[in-house]
């Protein structure tokens, strides 16, 4: 007997950069020893190409452009069919992402549907009331939703009303990668001379739901040093905002590092800080790094997987959103007290190793799709496959 067919209906896939790409490349790159993997995504340009990505092919389809966050692939329906060979296997639908939504209702492929809700539509609130009753269709075809925490199963509009069905899977990260080497102790010892003062890292795209505005306005407060890594849309605007409050000496903005150098500024910090002030932010996978390398994290408290990434007193500090009295206030706490610092960052490390490897993260969707493909999920089968997971 052949393999079971594993179709992921994506946004983008590696080398594209994303939260989502990159949870879909890692899953596929673990997935691909059992099941025989396919991703079907967008590709940047208007052409369809197929490639082998690390022993996983992935079909990126003519990508006409964006209209409000997703990719316009007409021949994604027609590409679809033609993959989905084997009534038997599983489609792995990852949203927020119409385009792969609309295909997949437009080819009506065979074979178990599971549906990976990464995020609600936050942003564009008109277009999710249009789209509504489409997502309800879809919800109610699946057989069975992922969320990455519990959190957002009792948060979502959505998913409430699907809990008998959902399943937390979270997102997972490759410890590997951020394990101290010399060389990157070698880099962090020359981060933390370059800069001189404790070290405050921010990484993440520069966009309106990163709260950006209330870390600007609470570094007054603050004395260390702000890095800031990352692009987006909002990078000319911090970066006068910067200039314009005279923090050019408080806030460094770095564009242009990379993932290696990446490690060695999380093991060079203090502390991490994640100041995010609306329900676009997930998850915070960025937490799960800064965890990884021994570092408390200081987030806020949104009604998403956050708080529940970053527990409270225990792997760092949560803070009310929008309210750069308590950030400051929670962030020079943990400057003034260094064995607060190393008991959090020690909690943290031992946090992702016991529930955020990309090893366990892979065992527990595998523990979803033996469930879809013998039977279904049952309502008793989903409470008790979620308690194995961090409360």
């Given at each position: 007997?052949?393999?079971?067919?594993?179709?992921?209906?994506?946004k983008?896939?590696?080398?594209?950069?994303?939260g989502m790409?990159?949870?879909?490349y890692?899953?596929?790159n673990?997935?691909?020893?059992?099941?025989?993997?396919?991703v079907?995504?967008a590709?940047?340009?208007?052409?369809t190409?197929v490639?082998y990505?690390?022993?996983?092919r992935v079909?990126?389809?003519?990508?006409l452009?964006?209209?409000?966050?997703?990719?316009?692939?007409?021949?994604?329906?027609?590409?679809?069919?033609?993959?989905n060979g084997?009534?038997?296997?599983?489609?792995?639908?990852h949203?927020?992402?119409?385009?792969?939504?609309?295909?997949?209702?437009?080819a009506?492929?065979?074979?178990?549907?599971?549906?990976?809700?990464?995020?609600?539509?936050i942003?564009?609130?008109?277009l999710s009331?249009?789209?509504r009753?489409?997502l309800?269709?879809?919800?109610?075809r699946?057989?069975?939703?992922v969320?990455t925490?519990p959190?957002?199963?009792?948060?979502?509009?959505?998913?409430?009303?699907?809990?008998?069905?959902?399943?937390?899977?979270?997102?997972?990260?490759?410890?590997e990668k951020?394990?101290?080497?010399?060389?990157v102790?070698?880099?962090?010892?020359?981060i933390r001379?370059?800069?001189d003062?404790?070290?405050?890292?921010?990484?993440?795209?520069?966009t309106y739901?990163?709260?950006?505005?209330?870390l600007l306005?609470?570094?007054d407060?603050?004395?260390?040093?702000?890095?800031?890594i990352?692009?987006?849309?909002l990078?000319?605007?911090v970066?006068?905002?910067?200039d314009?409050?005279?923090?050019a000496?408080k806030?460094?903005?770095l564009?242009n590092?990379?993932?290696?150098?990446?490690?060695?500024?999380?093991?060079a910090?203090d502390?991490?800080?994640?100041?995010?002030?609306?329900?676009?932010e997930?998850?915070?996978?960025v937490?799960l790094e800064?965890?990884t390398?021994?570092?408390?994290v200081v987030?806020?408290?949104?009604?998403?997987?956050?708080p529940?990434?970053?527990?409270?007193?225990?792997?760092?500090?949560?803070?009310?959103?929008?309210d750069?009295?308590?950030?400051?206030?929670a962030?020079?706490?943990?400057l003034?007290?260094e064995?607060e610092r190393?008991?959090?960052?020690?909690?943290?490390?031992?946090?992702?190793?016991?529930?955020?490897?990309?090893?366990?993260?892979?065992?527990?969707?595998?523990?979803?799709?033996?469930?879809?493909?013998?039977?279904g999920?049952?309502?008793n089968?989903?409470?008790?496959?979620n308690k194995?997971?961090?409360s």
């Open positions: 007997m052949g393999r079971i067919k594993l179709i992921q209906l994506g983008y896939y590696y080398p594209v950069p994303g790409e990159t949870h879909l890692d899953t596929c673990q997935l691909k020893h059992k099941y025989d993997v396919e079907l995504v590709n940047t340009q208007p052409r190409v490639q990505v690390a022993g996983v079909q990126r389809m003519a990508n452009g964006e209209v409000f966050s997703s990719p316009i692939c007409p021949t994604l329906p027609n590409h679809l069919v033609k993959s084997n009534p038997a296997g599983l489609i792995q639908l949203l927020p992402n119409p385009m792969a939504h609309i295909s997949y209702l437009l009506r492929p065979q074979g178990r549907l599971i549906v990976t809700w990464h995020s609600d539509i942003k564009q609130k008109w009331k249009v789209y009753t489409q309800y269709h879809l919800l109610e699946a057989d069975c939703i969320a925490s959190n957002y199963i009792n948060h979502s509009p959505f998913l409430n009303k699907y809990e008998h069905k959902c399943a937390v899977v979270p997102l997972g990260i490759r410890v951020f394990r101290a080497s010399y060389e102790n070698r880099k962090a010892s020359l001379q370059r800069y003062r404790p070290i405050i890292l921010f990484v993440g795209r520069l739901y990163k709260g950006l505005d209330v306005e609470s570094a407060r603050i004395p260390a040093k702000f890095l800031l990352g692009t987006g849309p990078q000319q605007k970066q006068r905002l910067v314009q409050n005279g923090l000496d806030i460094f903005l564009h590092v990379t993932d290696d150098d990446l490690v060695s500024y999380y093991h910090c502390l991490a800080v994640l100041p995010s002030n609306e329900r676009s997930a998850f915070g996978i937490q800064a965890m390398c021994g570092k408390p987030s806020t408290n949104l009604t998403t997987g956050v529940w990434v970053n527990r409270h007193g225990e792997t760092g500090l949560v803070v009310p959103v929008n750069p009295a308590k950030l400051a206030e962030i020079n706490y943990l003034k007290n064995r190393i008991r959090l960052g020690e909690n943290g490390q031992r946090r992702v190793e016991r529930h955020f490897t990309l090893e366990k993260v892979t065992q527990k969707l595998e523990q979803v799709y033996h469930q879809v493909l013998n039977g999920m049952r309502y089968d989903v409470p008790e496959m194995t997971i961090a």
